[in-house]
């Protein structure tokens, strides 16, 4: 098959690779879509640590089960797909409780981080085991099917901290998953959705996927403008989706006493945390990891139209193109959201 391999940092090239062998509890499908995640790009160059080469990226994906294990029973050749990023062994205490997302031993699709190696979804073919596998309905696209596993890491942060619809939420970073958050935020009934991100571009996608307000703290304070629109309080939640120390400080610094903070970007393995800010006013602190349950809501809220995904991506295109669009997505090209590559 072919497949998008990282054989070095910054070095990627289409190459031949066996097909993956399909296990009696595995299927092995065809992939018709595959996101290129800002992770893979951080990855890119080694920096997240989570890509040691030599290793083929991608988690973000839909396809056409092409064959099944003998121990399969829920799937057959010809299944519209997609799955989870997160291949848990359903038997430790954690998958046992239904936390799936904390599995002891847990792997990611498209990940190398020393402890594992998992071969991803760039590439013609990938294998899974069913038991992350979901069935697609025929009248969603492949394109917007690949980001149904981004569309879950937007829902399960919304279902660690459930705001109130008059509540003021406070989604800092507007990439794709902090506009995904923001859809998912108006969807639930949200009606105070400020967006934060220093892109005007990216502030007016958010307008468009239903902030009522946005702020660029290369304009203005912050802090300070969400403090005095809400009578010196702060927002009662932040959703953070970026993962650097300075996003994380905002995401703590808008918040009310007692408000909460739920911080889902995960770029920076280490963040200064303002801690007195954090004791003093009482704030709570939740981490996001990954989804937990939450894809058939996701495909469900895409193929109702609930949650729109057309406007995040910028371009389709063949393997063949995907190196190059690595090196322009590296490079911060503005013309650039997300890119769906279509083996």
Known sequence: MKALLMSEYKSLSVVDMPTPDVGDGDVLVRVRACGICGSDIHGYDGSTGRRIPPLVMGHEAAG????????????????RVT???TVSCGACDFCRRGQINLCDNRTVLGVSCGDYRRHGALAEYVAVPSRILYKLPDRLPFEHAALIEAVSIAVHAVNRHRPAPDDVVVVVGSGMIGLLTIQVLAARGSTHIVAIDID?????????MGATRTLNPRECDVVTSIRNATGGRGADVSFEVVGHADTVETSIGVVRKGGTAVLVGNLSPRVELPLQVVVSREISVLGSCASNGEIPESIDLLARGVVNVDPIISLKAPLDDAPDLFARLYRGDPSLMKVVIQP
């Open 64 to 79: 056409v089960i092409e064959r099944v294990g003998q121990g399969v029973r829920d799937f057959a050749i010809g299944d």
């Open 83 to 85: 799955f989870d990023s």
């Open 200 to 208: 005007s571009r990216k502030l007016a996608l958010a307008r468009q």
